[in-house]
């Protein structure tokens, strides 16, 4: 099976979504949230896609400033090409894109916690997160 990889290719909202509902990622992204979803995708700055011919088979969307942090805060691929190499490869042309000093950050899925202790990433406990609102108020 020939797959494509491009950066920075156009993506819709309705195919993120529909990639996102075809990995296990749709359960934890808005995907009942048509503007949010389309906010996500305008406003990342590195987008690596996985096309099998016009199918969007594979994602990995970051928001970086290409030197020393990015935030690889979506990374899918649909079910039925799962452990076919194509998150490996989406990580690999993602870091290829980056200064060779930035560092690839993600939160993982409890799930894929051995999937990136495998790829060489090391676990960092300290991460937190603030959902809005953020409750704080005028001092």
Same mark, same amino acid.
């Given at each position: 099976?020939?797959?494509?990889?491009?950066? @920075?290719?156009? &993506? $819709? /909202?309705?195919?993120?979504?529909? #990639?996102?509902?075809?990995?296990?990622?749709?359960?934890?992204?808005?995907?009942?949230?048509?503007?949010?979803?389309?906010?996500?995708?305008?406003?990342? @700055?590195?987008? &690596? $896609? /996985?096309?099998?011919?016009?199918? #969007?088979?594979?994602?990995?969307?970051?928001?970086?400033?290409?030197?020393?942090?990015?935030?690889?805060?979506?990374?899918?691929?649909?079910?039925?090409?799962?452990?076919?190499?194509?998150?490996?490869?989406?990580?690999?042309?993602?870091?290829?894109?980056?200064?060779?000093?930035?560092?690839?950050?993600?939160?993982?899925?409890?799930?894929?916690?051995?999937?990136?202790?495998?790829?060489?990433?090391?676990?960092?406990?300290?991460?937190?997160?603030?959902?809005?609102?953020?409750?704080?108020?005028?001092?």
């Amino acid at each position: 099976m020939k797959i494509d990889y491009k950066i @920075n290719h156009p &993506v $819709s /909202a309705d195919q993120f979504i529909e #990639l996102l509902n075809a990995s296990t990622l749709g359960q934890r992204r808005p995907v009942d949230d048509y503007d949010c979803i389309a906010g996500m995708l305008a406003n990342s @700055n590195l987008i &690596v $896609s /996985a096309w099998h011919g016009s199918q #969007l088979v594979g994602i990995a969307r970051s928001v970086t400033d290409f030197h020393y942090a990015c935030y690889l805060s979506d990374l899918a691929v649909s079910a039925e090409h799962q452990r076919s190499g194509i998150g490996r490869q989406l990580q690999a042309v993602t870091q290829q894109q980056l200064g060779p000093k930035c560092k690839l950050i993600l939160i993982a899925a409890p799930a894929a916690n051995t999937y990136y202790e495998k790829l060489g990433y090391s676990h960092n406990p300290r991460c937190w997160v603030m959902d809005q609102p953020c409750g704080l108020e005028d001092g």
